[in-house]
């Protein structure tokens, strides 16, 4: 079993009004073999705090630790985060001209493994993968997500955990812009993915749709860069219930009052 822990994490970024903090002291604990759902209105720290532990430049740790098995993930470079089995699956993937997926793919899992992987297994398992997720086969020599749909990039995410096969992937807001068939095939994918390698998910998401289709052991409720609340599944229920506004409305009373 490995862990990822994060400990009283305080992260910023530069605006242009100035140095503003988003993550104001995190602290969570994740194990393979768990999914934990980060849920929250937008603002609160989400993605800051995915980005982060990919090793985004752009956020800057004031104070805390992230680490996996003990090992400083901070004092990593972001290739080091993603050999020793991190791997983030963005909100908005970028395109990639010149770079035919096929190449990316094998690029990629060559610089995770440190060696090549057979030429023989590795077009079986990217086919394999491929069909299930309901990619035709012509995408593989097509440009990393160029001129592909929402729902292709997202797809073509779930493809890149289903073969790199991570300890740990932070998913952010991979649901944003599917329609349900997408949703569902997506689903599946991170599904087998988990099955196959016993992985560790970070589910971020504003909604509760994705998690009628892959369960959480574990919700957190983010708000204005901390953990407002915790619990298990029945939490995102009554979020779906209730939204935010009770968490949104004592953040209020507790800047009013300072």
């Known amino acids: 079993m490995s862990v990822l822990e994060i400990k009283d994490l305080h992260v910023s970024v530069e605006t242009e009004q100035g140095t503003k ?96 992987p057979s030429i023989r297994t590795w077009g079986k398992d990217v086919k394999a993968s491929m069909k299930n997720l309901r990619m035709d086969s012509s995408f593989a020599e097509r440009n990393v997500n160029e001129g592909f749909s929402g729902g292709e990039k997202k797809r073509h995410e779930i493809l890149q955990l289903e073969l790199l096969k991570p300890k740990f992937a932070v998913l952010d807001e991979t649901d944003s812009g599917l329609d349900v068939d997408a949703l569902k095939i997506v689903s599946e994918g991170v599904n087998r993915a988990k099955a196959n390698t016993d992985l560790g998910l970070l589910l971020i998401t504003h909604y509760t749709r994705i998690l009628r289709y892959i ?44």
């Open 21 to 116: 903090q988003i993550l104001k002291g995190v602290d969570l604990v994740v194990k393979t073999g768990e999914i934990h759902a980060i849920m929250g209105p937008n603002g609160s720290g989400k993605s800051t705090l995915a980005y982060t532990i990919a090793g985004h430049p752009k956020y800057t740790v004031d104070s805390g630790s992230i680490t996996l098995d003990g090992e400083d993930v901070l004092a990593m470079t972001v290739d080091a985060r993603a050999r020793a089995g991190l791997f983030l699956a963005m909100q908005y993937p970028v395109e990639i001209p010149g770079v035919a997926v096929t190449n990316f793919l094998r690029t990629a899992k060559t610089a995770i493994d440190g060696e090549a």
């Open 215 to 258: 369960t959480p052991d574990f919700v957190h409720v983010f708000v204005d860069g901390r953990v407002a609340e915790e619990g298990g599944p029945e939490l995102a229920d009554r979020l779906e219930n209730e939204g935010y506004d009770r968490f949104l409305t004592d953040v209020a009373e507790e800047e009013n009052v300072s």
